[in-house]
């Protein structure tokens, strides 16, 4: 018995002639919405990075136009994954159905990864953390040594290794955006001079900003604030140099060594501790 296939082949040709055009044209939508969606991506952080050129940022720029790109991409090829399905007469609507429930179940399981990736986004966007900042964040501190979307990688002073997540980080204590500062609380004896020794603190930190290892990472004469408080036989005075970002503490050790030995020069009174003894003990 001989098969007539001439039907399948008339319905093969209608299919053709009405669907096949439509899915073609679909699919190359599809890949110039993915192709433009990359391209918008990467203008915006363009855009908004113009003022910003260092290094950091061109990378922070890279990772959040290719994470709106390929969210954007996602959309695209899904929704023309559904309309070429319309074409081919498959009811969608048991999908729709099938993929919100997985949806549900995968959200559940996957919440704190979402709660991740969302605040390292905006981390990146707000420009909170850069690579090489030292920043106190979910009560660990130290330098950042690595930042994407999923975590911020920190080592101490120690050399211990701290992974935080990005969903952990509620406040964020950055000590070495743009500038920084080294703040001193400089005692001396209730017997001292305050005149001198704010005139030994000028002379030490012009000094300071006049040697070539130190001066060119200070931004800005010391600030002295003048006499803060009064403690047991002593007198605290603070102050606070302006210096490059993350130099604060080179420049707050340099400076305590050289007040130390003009101090010393100068017969300042240091503050020290009276301690009374009973009768009888030496």
């Known amino acids: 018995?001989?098969?007539?296939?001439?039907?399948?082949?008339?319905?093969?040709?209608?299919?053709?002639?009405?669907?096949?055009?439509?899915?073609?044209?679909?699919?190359?939508?599809?890949?110039?919405?993915?192709?433009?969606?990359?391209?918008?991506?990467?203008?915006?952080?363009?855009?908004?990075?113009?003022r910003k050129l260092d290094e950091e940022y061109r990378k922070r720029a890279d990772t959040l136009s290719a994470v709106v790109a390929y969210a954007i991409g996602a959309i695209v090829i899904v929704v023309a994954a559904?309309?070429?399905?319309?074409?081919?007469?498959?009811h969608i609507a048991p999908i729709l159905a099938a993929a919100g429930v997985v949806g549900i179940a995968v959200g559940f399981g996957a919440q704190n990864?979402?709660?991740?990736?969302?605040?390292?986004?905006?981390?990146?966007?707000?420009?909170?953390?850069?690579?090489?900042?030292?920043?106190?964040?979910a009560g660990k501190t130290g330098l950042v040594e690595r930042l994407n979307l999923r975590m911020v990688v920190l080592r101490d002073m120690a050399g211990s290794v701290h992974y935080v997540r990005n969903g952990k980080i509620d406040v964020v204590t950055n000590m070495t955006k743009d500038y920084s500062y080294s703040v001193f609380d400089i005692s001396v004896g209730s017997g001292a001079n305050m005149d001198e020794v704010i005139k030994v603190l000028k002379q030490v930190d012009e000094e300071l900003r006049t040697d070539p290892a130190f001066g060119p990472d200070?931004?800005?004469?010391?600030?002295?604030?003048?006499?803060?408080?009064?403690?047991?036989?002593?007198?605290?005075?603070?102050?606070?140099?302006?210096?490059?970002?993350?130099?604060?503490?080179?420049?707050?050790?340099?400076?305590?060594?050289?007040?130390?030995?003009?101090?010393?020069?100068?017969?300042?009174?240091?503050?020290?501790?009276?301690?009374?003894?009973?009768?009888?003990?030496?």
């Open 218 to 282: 200070i931004l800005a004469p010391m600030e002295i604030l003048g006499l803060d408080r009064f403690a047991d036989s002593t007198m605290i005075i603070k102050a606070r140099i302006k210096t490059k970002p993350i130099k604060q503490w080179d420049i707050g050790r340099e400076f305590n060594r050289r007040l130390k030995q003009e101090f010393d020069e100068r017969n300042i009174d240091a503050p020290f501790t009276h301690r009374t003894l009973p009768p009888g003990q030496g």
């Open 1 to 50: 018995m001989d098969i007539d296939f001439r039907p399948y082949l008339n319905q093969m040709v209608n299919w053709l002639v009405t669907s096949g055009p439509r899915i073609v044209v679909i699919l190359v939508l599809m890949f110039v919405g993915v192709r433009l969606s990359r391209a918008a991506a990467a203008r915006i952080f363009v855009l908004l990075g113009r």
């Open 82 to 90: 559904l309309m070429i399905l319309a074409e081919l007469n498959i």
């Open 113 to 137: 990864l979402v709660q991740d990736v969302i605040s390292g986004f905006f981390i990146l966007l707000e420009d909170e953390i850069r690579v090489g900042d030292v920043v106190e964040i």
